[in-house]
């Protein structure tokens, strides 16, 4: 079976640019969340959705969105770059709301130059 | 705010030795997870620990946690270079959905 799939593995962007990051969940899976990864630190939470509603955000700007599809994949925005904003980017699949085990993709790496 | 600590933050250990990472967290948790990282790679998912007292093992690895103190541990018996990676530490908040806290992660060089 396929695990967490996340598109475009790698891409630079520049100041002030969009980004579009996608992510499919486990097959069945119905819960995926978004986290940042900054070189040398550990994953941070960005946002949790469950059955196409937003279940939580992290301490991120508004800059973030995100949004789930009726087949569960999902999409994490982010509008006016920030150099800071380079990092990986980092989907999980769960199979439950709360208090699941999260299955990680392989992560969409972004360098905002 | 929740927080996850790990110490040490670098372990730098010969082959055939023995060692443990430790995880401190401030919540009222029960359930932990231990994740392993290699460099320019995701996650994988190394061990869940459920409930107190739960000790789990796969290999050179062995996990266990106790929530009354807050802390769990990674032992890592007679290492091996291929055990060289970065590992964290996790905690998810009930009052907060799925949210997952990281550790700071605990970079480990096996040395042959």
């Known amino acids: 079976d396929a695990g967490v799939t996340q598109s475009p593995t790698h891409l630079i962007k520049t100041r002030g640019q969009h980004v579009t990051l996608r992510c499919s969940p486990i097959s069945g899976h119905k819960s995926v969340s978004w986290y940042q990864q900054v070189l040398g630190q550990g994953p941070q939470f960005i946002f949790q959705y469950y059955e196409k509603e937003e279940r939580g955000r992290g301490n991120f700007p508004d800059r973030f969105s995100a949004r789930q599809f009726p087949n569960y994949s999902s999409e994490l925005n982010v509008n006016a770059l920030l150099l800071g904003d380079s990092a990986l980017y980092l989907c999980?699949?769960?199979?439950?709301?709360?208090?699941?085990?999260?299955?990680f993709g392989e992560g969409s790496r972004l360098t905002v130059l | 705010e929740l927080k996850v600590e790990q110490n040490p933050l670098f372990l730098s250990m010969q082959e055939g030795k023995n060692y443990t990472i430790y995880c401190n967290y401030s919540?009222?948790?029960?359930?932990l997870y231990w994740y392993r990282q290699d460099p320019g790679k995701s996650l994988e998912s190394l061990f869940v620990?459920?409930?107190?007292?739960a000790v789990k093992q796969e290999g050179r690895l062995m996990a266990s946690l106790d929530t009354k103190a807050r802390l769990s541990t990674l032992h890592i018996t007679a290492a091996v270079h291929d055990l060289s990676a970065t590992y964290f530490c996790a905690v998810d908040d009930r009052d907060t959905g799925n949210q997952f806290y990281f550790g700071t992660g605990t970079s480990l060089t096996v040395i042959p």
């Open positions: 999980a699949s769960s199979g439950r709301a709360l208090g699941g085990e999260l299955f």
């Open positions: 620990l459920l409930s107190n007292g």
């Open positions: 919540t009222t948790s029960d359930r």
